[in-house]
Every structure is written in C-alpha cells, then in structure tokens.
C-alpha cells in the first residue's frame, strides 16, 4: 500500500529556513518520480519542485535558488530544503508520486511565512 507522509512544517520567519520531509512506502522512491506542490489559501495547487529518476530536478521559478528538492533512498524519504522563505511561500506542502496510471498524495504539511 503506497503511502506518502509529510513533516517538517511550522512557523517561520521571513528569511527563515525550514526542511520538509516525506516518508514514503510501498514503493521503492528511486524508481519513481517524485515531487512537492503547495497550495496557497484561496489559490490552486502548484508544482514547487520534482525529482526524477536520476538527479533531474525542475523548480518553479518562484523557488529557484531558495529551494532544494532531494531524496534519500536508504530512508526511503524525499526532503525539501527551504531557504530565503518569504511570506508569498505560505502554503501546505504536499508529497507526490506519480505511477503510470495514478498519483498519491500525502496528507499536507502547512509552512507559515510571518514576522
């Protein structure tokens, strides 16, 4: 059974920094691609970041430079580094694994940007 489960959110100040995790199972995370999104109040839900198989990584402009996606394999889990937050950067986060024929999501780990 494929689970996603993400961690690591808080309060945080502008400038701050902050590492989401997501443990995953029932699933080897190598063999697949797998990616955060957030989702702003009253907004939709956007890609921030994915992890292919390999070391390709792609970035929503909004985070390139500030954020870093990457994965332990050992651990089973894929991180998110978050530097530079800014207010913009509230959001719940979610963990994502695409599979041929679906997706699973995580349950959401909320970040809060605020001085």
């Known amino acids: 059974q494929v689970q996603l489960a993400e961690s690591g959110g808080g309060l945080v100040q502008p400038g701050g920094s902050l590492t989401l995790s997501c443990a995953a199972s029932g699933f080897i995370v190598s063999n697949y691609v797998m990616s955060w999104y957030r989702q702003a109040p009253g907004k939709g839900r956007e890609l921030v970041a994915t992890l292919g198989i390999g070391s390709i990584t792609i970035y929503a402009d909004s985070v390139k430079g500030r954020f870093t996606i990457s994965r332990d394999n050992a651990k089973s889990t894929v991180y998110l580094q978050m530097n530079s937050l800014k207010p913009e950067d509230t959001a719940v986060y979610y963990c994502?694994?695409?599979?041929?024929?679906?997706?699973?999501w995580g349950q959401g780990t909320e970040v809060t940007v605020s001085s």
């Open positions: 994502d694994v695409a599979f041929p024929s679906t997706r699973y």
